[in-house]
Structure formats: C-alpha cells, structure tokens
C-alpha cells in the first residue's frame, strides 16, 4: 500500500475542539513543577501512540528533543519549521530531531546532536528531564521524545538545508486543549483523523506569522497534555 501525503492539512474539514478538557493547570507549567513531574510521573497512558498506519518497510528508530526554553514570562516550546524542498514533511511544524545513529549512547544523545545539528542548539544549554512514551509515524520511524530544559542566552545557527525557522510556543497555549482541533479526511477508502494546533505568533524576526502544528508533532505534544494533566 502506498503512502499518500496530505498536501494541505489545513484545508482538511475541523470536527472539534476539546473545549470540554481543562487546560493543564499553571502551576504544573512552571520549571520546578515540570522537574518534579518527570521525577515521580503519575500512572497515566498516553492518548495517541502513533499515525496508525501499516507501513512499507521496517521501522528505524529516532529520537526528537522538546525544548523547553525557561523564559521570564513563561515555559516556550522551541519548535521549527522545515524546508519546503525536503522529501519527507516538506514545510512541517517540528521538532528537532532525527534518525539513531550507531554511534549514540542512546536516544538522549540523539536527540541532542540532532539539535545541535540542525539548528545549532549548545548541548550545555539544555537539561534533559525525561522522556514521553514511543511515537510510531507513518514514514515508519519508532520515535522517542525527549523533554529538556534550555537554558536562555543560546544563538541558534540553522541548517539551511533542512530547517528555514525555528521559533517559540508558550507552552500554556499548547497545554490547553481548547486549542487542539480534530480534523477527518478519508485516504484509500478509510476515515482518518489527526490533531492540530494553530497558532498564530512572532517569529524569530517578530515579524508575526501563522503557525499549523499538526501529525507526529501535534499528536505527541497531546501526549505530553496526557502527561502534564494527569
């Protein structure tokens, strides 16, 4: 069975939002509390483990960072966008990472010279503090991400080849499910859903923009809501 990718994802009708779940509260949100959670994490399951997709080939296994840039006003995610001439999630929302390599130690070390890699991320900025159940994609890749900490006054250096921006999320916005829409489009005689997450905020220049968090990025991120509510 071939792939067919979703050109337009934001054109895909909206069933919902889940403005009936509580947004994770504050207090949850800040540096201490998000430490301790991953210290001692409560019994929860997370909502959404993969693409739920039968793919081609064997799975490979990866590794993405979820950079959590401690500023004054409040937790950012770091996230970029891609390049539009890429093969594979060409112009997407997402994280920084990518596939294991026989020379990491383990997923954290992927993840993290992954984002060193690809937007120039100083590892000695960032701390990592745990890690979020495995995410299984379409493109088959078994991925694992990595919540970390990072530590302000880092200068970004892109990989123009890969990433064209990188730019911050409040954390807050992501954590509050009236902001996660449910969309359904049919593929290969099949209903099929995904979540996302628009936003609409300052780039890396200020200049504001429109955000579209969707797929992988999106569905793990409503983990971590699982996680962090729970």
Known sequence: MSRVPILDPQTVPVLGRDTGLPPVPPERLTVAALRQRFRAPPPWQPEIPGDGRVF???PAHAAVLVPLVMRDAGVQLLLT???EHLRDHAGQISF???RVEASDADSEATALREAEEEI???HTQVEVIGRLPLYTT???FV??????LVRPGFTLKLDAYEVAEAFEVPLDFLMDPAHHQHHEFELEGARRRFLSMPWE???ADGVRRSYFVWGATAA???NLYRFLAA
């Not at 991925?143 to 970390?148: D, E, K, L, Q």
């Open 56 to 58: 081609e080939r064997e």
């Open 220 to 222: 793990m991120l409503r």
């Open 120 to 122: 120039g991320l100083p």
């Open 201 to 203: 905020g300052p780039g």
């Open 96 to 98: 920084p990472g990518g």
């Open 138 to 140: 379409i493109t088959a």
């Open 143 to 148: 991925v694992t991400p990595v919540v970390a």
């Open 81 to 83: 966008r891609r390049t």
